[in-house]
């Protein structure tokens, strides 16, 4: 079973959130959060561990923040083990690893994500008609994301995560 959690999960009014200087950018950002915390609350509460099968999709909020939550909850994991409840079979990092999936559209650190931290469940998406998608520069951004990759890695990010995690839905021949 997949779980998706979108953008904005959090379910707060992000759009508003911050006017003025920056709160564009800011309130853009902010609707990433709720989808990380969301992973992070199903590490953390022992659901996935409970549930070994379930997979977690966070769409469209990037995916190189898998690696550094995962060494963050790591650290917590070990520096405050006393008050850790409920303890887990395996480091919360490894939950993320195997469980957690993260979309992304123009996220440039996504592949080495996958290369150089190996968390190789990002996937890449147009996010079409939307405007932070790529609609109308699609092709330039796949050729600036993936071009200087490893044809694995790039297959890996732009198809086979996918077709993991979906394994019920055909996918065009790439």
Not at 96 to 109: G, K, M, P
Not at 125 to 139: K, W
Not at 152 to 174: K, M, N, Q, W, Y
Request: with cysteine; proline share 6%; net charge negative.
């Amino acid at each position: 079973m997949v779980v998706g959690f979108h953008i904005g999960t959090d379910g707060g009014d992000q759009s508003a959130r911050f006017r003025g200087q920056g709160g564009a950018i800011l309130n853009y950002v902010e609707t990433t959060y709720g989808g990380q915390y969301a992973a992070m609350k199903m590490v953390v509460s022992g659901a996935l561990e409970r549930h070994p099968g379930l997979r977690v999709l966070i769409s469209e909020g990037g995916a190189s923040w898998v690696p550094f939550i995962g060494d963050r909850m790591n650290e917590a994991y070990r520096q405050h083990a006393m008050f850790v409840r409920p303890q887990l079979a395996k480091l919360p990092k490894e939950y993320l690893y195997e469980q957690v999936y993260a979309s992304f559209q123009h996220d440039e650190t996504a592949p080495a994500a996958n290369w150089a931290m190996g968390y190789k469940n990002a996937m890449w998406g147009s996010d079409y008609p939307h405007l932070e998608g790529t609609f109308g520069h699609t092709q330039e951004t796949l050729h600036h994301l993936f071009d200087d990759v490893e044809p694995d890695v790039r297959e890996r990010i732009t198809c086979g995560a996918f077709a993991e995690l979906f394994p019920h839905v055909s996918t065009p021949p790439a």
